[in-house]
């Protein structure tokens, strides 16, 4: 028994190092099935500009002092960038809403652990549902 050790584990090692075998024919994405955001949700909408292939894309909305420090958040989303435009929708409740703070909604762009893009603050000053457009991402500092 003790020969074929050796043997079984040099099989299970090529199996595991092998690729893993391509599809027979392309899957067709599904179609995008617009969810209804719930009656007590708001949400911002909009898309993101072309955020690279692989990336891990983190959108916030966030309560911040005076220092453009982060207090409070209200609502986050993480999406995964394709290298094309990149459509979000991030709810968040309105009655968690500061009145006459300042709400911002931010974004960062990672890639293999490394901060590559970012998007300049926006302000967002009612708790009410809005469709941003397309939101352009600046290179990271």
Do not use: W
Request: aromatic share 2%.
């Amino acid at each position: 028994m003790r020969p074929y050790i050796p043997l079984l584990l040099a099989g299970l090692l090529a199996a595991c190092s092998s690729e893993p075998p391509a599809p027979a024919k392309p899957v067709a994405p599904s179609p995008k099935v617009e969810a209804a955001t719930p009656a007590h949700l708001r949400e911002l909408s909009g898309v993101l500009q072309q955020p690279p292939a692989g990336s891990e894309v983190e959108l916030a909305l966030l309560q911040v002092d005076g220092r453009d420090r982060p207090l409070r958040l209200l609502g986050s989303q993480l999406l995964n960038g394709n290298g094309d435009p990149l459509p979000f929708r991030l709810l968040f409740n309105p009655e968690t809403f500061p009145r006459g703070e300042r709400v911002e909604l931010r974004a960062r762009v990672s890639q293999s652990g490394r901060l590559i893009q970012r998007l300049n603050p926006l302000l967002i000053t009612q708790p009410e549902s809005r469709a941003l457009g397309t939101l352009q991402l600046v290179p990271a500092p």
